[in-house]
Nanobody
Framework: QLQLVESGGGLVPPGGSLRLSCAASGLLLNYYTIGWFRQAPGKEREGVSCISRRSGNTNYADSVKGRFTISRDNAKNTVYLQMNSLNAEDTGVYYC???????????????????WGQGTQVTVSS
């Protein structure tokens, strides 16, 4: 059974950090492009970051460049999203998603991903 499970969310003050994890079962993440998305209340789901299958090319939304880092641990079959210098605009439910292909032009399109986790809440507030 293919499953993605996110963890690591929580409440953090502005300027703080969190590391999200996306653990997989039923698929080897190294063979999949993994995207991180987030959705704030009343807003559309937006692509935050992506790490491509095999080569590990990375992409970031402009709003998180220089603050977020995506990485993959093949031995643990887990993808991480290190989030630093968090601000209120980063609040939302964060999802990881997987697909077996990669394109630099479509990495942030949620509709191109085949598998999704259940999400983890990130709240940035003092």
């Amino acid at each position: 059974q293919l499953q993605l499970v996110e963890s690591g969310g929580g409440l953090v003050p502005p300027g703080g950090s969190l590391r999200l994890s996306c653990a997989a079962s039923g698929l080897l993440l190294n063979y999949y492009t993994i995207g991180w998305f987030r959705q704030a209340p009343g807003k559309e789901r937006e692509g935050v970051s992506c790490i491509s299958r095999r080569s590990g090319n990375t992409n970031y939304a402009d709003s998180v460049k220089g603050r977020f880092t995506i990485s993959r641990d093949n031995a643990k079959n887990t993808v991480y999203l290190q989030m630093n210098s968090l601000n209120a605009e980063d609040t939302g439910v964060y999802y990881c998603a997987a697909k077996d292909r990669y394109s630099d032009s479509t990495w942030a399109r949620a509709g191109t991903y085949d598998y999704w986790g259940q999400g983890t809440q990130v709240t940035v507030s003092s």
